[in-house]
């Protein structure tokens, strides 16, 4: 009797409990698609680069003496011309005034001779006058205007020394930090007392594959050659700078370990907004810095393009899924050609019109359905849904 109530409560409770709704079938996976379009592109090509001061100057002392003053803050930016040290002066001003006296002693004894000779050459016509007295005279006056010119040199000398106890910046630059301090002797044999690095504008140097050099060559012979592309820079943190610059030189030998041309580029580095010349950083670009190199065509071009971020590869290169009229995947393969960060440039594999996958990309397997639609951002050529 118990068993039967049980069962009877049992068949009870599986009535009343409500049925669970299985799950169906998952429907194609979303993604995002655009059709491949003709389009204007700005052909650029990046290499690596690295920032190059035009002027850099070792400053080496040219005499010997003690270092009195020394009137830069180090790090600081300097003029063409300022006084960077002072030395010592009073030895050399010794010897200056040591050689004006040389000097004024040999032309006081020239002007002596000068009338001796004028005497002779008076009496040479009279019975008091004789030939040998006047060549003598003129040996004379030779021999002191030679030595008040050897004086004349050596007091230029002694003036040269005296100046160079002044150190001045021959140029423009940020100045580094000092080698010796006030109160050190310095000789030219001391090595560089400080260095200064001009800082606008800076030239940025790039190796470049001979095969792509001639590339870029050809590319742009119609248009100005090399020296018309622009030249962009790519900031070690990724930012890019916000100066252009262009071509003002190319190796004219190939590095035979390396196979590549050196490209040079001039771009302004001005100070950074709200900056100051004393300020610690004031400009984007440091002589030395490793910098990402794009160059870019002088006008865009038409060509056959998708973004870049539906570009894939592996091993056997480049691909793109393609969908057909039953919104089937396809892996398509591809030539690219010269592309930018965010528009990849298709020259061969895809057609005009062709429906390529942008977004959820992750989702695609070949072969399988998907449901197409917009992708993020609807940017143009977007294809429709189910298209």
């Known amino acids: 009797m118990r068993l039967r109530r049980l069962f009877m409560l049992l068949s009870a409770l599986s009535v009343a409990s409500p049925a669970v709704a299985q799950p169906g079938p998952p429907g194609p996976?979303?993604?995002?698609?655009v059709k491949a379009r003709r389009q204007a592109v700005t052909e650029t090509s990046e290499f690596v680069g690295r920032v190059q001061a035009i002027d850099r100057v070792d400053i080496v002392a040219r005499v010997t003496a003690f270092i009195l003053e020394r009137l830069f803050v180090e790090g600081n930016e300097v003029s063409k011309g300022d006084l960077l040290y002072r030395l010592d002066r009073a030895p050399f001003e010794a010897d200056l005034q040591a050689?004006?006296?040389?000097?004024?002693?040999?032309?006081a004894l020239l002007r002596n001779a000068t009338l001796g000779v004028g005497r002779q050459q008076s009496l040479i016509n009279t019975?008091?006058?004789?030939?040998?007295?006047?060549?003598d005279a003129l040996a004379q006056q030779a021999s002191q205007a030679a030595q008040l010119l050897g004086a004349q040199a050596q007091l230029k000398s002694s003036q040269i020394n005296l100046d160079y106890t002044e150190i001045k910046a021959p140029v423009a630059g940020k100045i580094g930090r000092t080698a010796l301090s006030v109160g050190n002797v310095v000789t030219p044999g001391s090595g560089p007392l400080v260095s200064i690095v001009s800082q606008d504008p800076m030239y940025v140097l790039f190796p470049v594959a001979v095969r792509a050099a001639i590339d870029l060559r050809n590319r742009y012979a119609d248009k100005g050659g090399l020296g018309a592309v622009v030249v962009k820079?790519?900031?070690?943190?990724?930012?890019?700078?916000?100066?252009?610059?262009?071509?003002?030189?190319?190796?004219?030998?190939?590095?035979?370990?390396?196979?590549?041309?050196?490209?040079?580029?001039?771009?302004?580095?001005?100070?950074?907004?709200?900056?100051?010349i004393g300020d610690v950083g004031n400009r984007d670009l440091a002589d030395g810095e490793f910098v990402t190199v794009t160059v870019e065509g002088v006008e865009p071009v038409q060509a056959l393009a998708v973004p870049r971020t539906a570009v894939l590869s592996d091993q056997q290169g480049s691909y793109v899924y393609v969908l057909d009229d039953t919104n089937t995947a396809t892996q398509r393969r591809i030539q690219?050609?010269?592309?930018?960060?965010t528009v990849a440039v298709v020259a061969?594999?895809?057609?005009?019109?062709?429906?390529?996958?942008?977004?959820?990309?992750?989702?695609?397997?070949?072969?399988?359905?998907?449901?197409?639609?917009?992708?993020?951002?609807?940017?143009?050529?977007?294809?429709p849904a189910g298209k």
């Open 233 to 276: 820079v790519k900031l070690p943190d990724g930012t890019m700078y916000g100066q252009t610059g262009h071509l003002d030189y190319v190796d004219p030998s190939v590095a035979a370990n390396t196979d590549t041309l050196t490209l040079r580029a001039k771009i302004p580095n001005p100070l950074r907004a709200g900056a100051k």
């Open 127 to 135: 019975p008091a006058g004789q030939r040998s007295t006047l060549d």
């Open 29 to 33: 996976p979303a993604v995002g698609v």
């Open 336 to 341: 690219l050609g010269q592309s930018t960060p």
């Open 99 to 107: 050689k004006q006296a040389a000097a004024q002693q040999f032309g």
């Open 348 to 383: 061969g594999g895809l057609a005009e019109g062709d429906i390529v996958v942008v977004d959820g990309l992750q989702r695609v397997r070949p072969g399988a359905k998907v449901n197409p639609g917009p992708p993020a951002g609807g940017p143009p050529g977007a294809a």
